[in-house]
Nanobody, 131 residues
Framework: EEQLVQSGGGLVQTGGSLRLSCAATGFTFDDHIIGWFRQAPGKESEGISCMSNIERRSFYAASVEGRFTISNDNAKTTVYLQMNDLKPEDTAVYYC????????????????????????WGQGTQVTVSA
């Protein structure tokens, strides 16, 4: 069965770090765009980062740029979101998503943040940053 399984998250103090993992089962990320979204209570979902293994490019929303890093392992089966210098406003449920990138040249901030393009979704993980 093709699915994404998330791990990581939890409670951390302001300025702390966490790493989220998103493991693919039944497929690899070689030809996929993988994204991280988050949703805080009462707010809309926000696409915060994504990467394309075909184009070897990544994207970060302004709210996380310089603090978060997206990467994957050599086997292209697990994607990570390293989150540093966390702030209370980073508190949210974080989701990873992926969809197959069939052609090169489509990677952009708009592509990354369009949740309707994503075929696979992780189960979500809570990140809470205390003040």
């Amino acid at each position: 069965e093709e699915q994404l399984v998330q791990s990581g998250g939890g409670l951390v103090q302001t300025g702390g770090s966490l790493r989220l993992s998103c493991a693919a089962t039944g497929f690899t990320f070689d030809d996929h765009i993988i994204g991280w979204f988050r949703q805080a209570p009462g707010k809309e979902s926000e696409g915060i980062s994504c990467m394309s293994n075909i184009e070897r490019r990544s994207f970060y929303a302004a709210s996380v740029e310089g603090r978060f890093t997206i990467s994957n392992d050599n086997a292209k089966t697990t994607v990570y979101l390293q989150m540093n210098d966390l702030k209370p406003e980073d508190t949210a449920v974080y989701y990873c998503g992926a969809f197959r990138q069939r052609i090169a040249g489509i990677f952009s901030a708009y592509t990354c943040k369009d949740a309707s393009l994503y075929k696979y979704w992780g189960q979500g993980t809570q990140v809470t940053v205390s003040a």
